[in-house]
């Protein structure tokens, strides 16, 4: 079993920044894919950022230039550094992980931590 642990939403200004953590942990035997999603308000799930390789990353066109997705390998943690936000960021975020565990792979779902951008 794998357990993502998110931490560091909260309540920003418009034009503040915020970092978000992800820690994965449990039975992992590699982990292929990791990064983040959101959900606003009456809204799909996006993508935000991910990693889909030990170097490749995807953005979302509204988020490029502005967030940045980071790793430690070590401690099976991504980072997703949040600058010059705006209030249509404000959503729930979402760590996700695709992990090959000793008997098999999956995508794993964090609880989800919530930012809010004020105007």
């Known amino acids: 079993q794998v357990q993502l642990v998110e931490s560091g939403g909260g309540l920003v200004q418009t034009g503040g920044s915020l970092r978000l953590s992800c820690a994965a942990s449990g039975s992992i035997f590699k982990i292929n894919a990791m990064g983040w999603y959101r959900q606003a308000p009456g809204k799909q799930r996006e993508l935000v950022a991910v990693f889909t390789g030990a170097l490749s990353t995807n953005y979302a066109d509204s988020v490029k230039g502005r967030f940045t997705i980071s790793r430690d390998n070590a401690k099976n943690t991504v980072y997703l550094q949040m600058n010059s936000l705006k209030p249509e960021d404000t959503a729930v975020y979402y760590c996700?992980?695709?992990?090959?565990?000793?008997?098999?792979?999956?995508?794993?779902w964090g609880q989800g931590t919530q930012v809010t951008v004020s105007s």
């Open positions: 996700n992980a695709h992990v090959t565990t000793r008997g098999s792979s999956g995508a794993y």
